[in-house]
């Protein structure tokens, strides 16, 4: 399976439709889908760019979660939310631009993302989670919007722009919270491997 062409009528992708199908390398979505359900291209190592059509709402927890040749992605202006670990491990992927209606930048929603050099997040987003841009190693600069009212612990932890964002954004960033998620990090890996 290389490409894939969703049917006009289709509304939903369902969780894990297309999860480990490692030689998919393109997937057109009609737009008459409005939900891509958790993990539906988790772990396609192969696809390389997807759009996302505007009747999409929410891109769910893990969606494209380890899509290794993912370089670009175009996130519609009807998306609120982008879930939990939604790009978590997109190795390739150099640019994002975060649509105007988006609220929530979910944990880890862009982690080791480690070819992002860019990302604009518009006026309107309130919460941008934990460990959201963890680990960006390329990433060297983001504004962050007045309406940004809450970001995780270590939302930008190993990122060149760790520093500025602390002095310019002096009361979105904490140490102790960046302190508590790390060892929480810590102790999670270490439950998992014991």
Known sequence: LTSVIIPVGVTKIGEGAFRRCGSLTSVTIPESVTKIGNGAFEDCGSLRG??????VTNIGV???????SLTSVTIPEGVTTIGISAFCYCGSLR????????????????????????VTIPDGVTEIGAWAFNGC???TSVDLPGSVESVGGRAFAGTPCKKKLRKKYPHLF??????FFF???LFSSWFYWW
């Open 174 to 179: 904490s140490f102790w919270k960046d302190l």
């Open 95 to 118: 640019s994002v631009t975060i649509p105007e209606g988006v609220t929530k930048i979910g944990d880890w929603a862009f982690g080791y993302c480690s070819s992002l050099t860019s």
């Open 183 to 185: 060892w929480k990090d």
């Open 50 to 55: 997807v759009i996302i059509p505007e009747s």
């Open 62 to 68: 893990g969606t494209f979660w380890r899509c290794n």
């Open 137 to 139: 190693s390329s990433l």
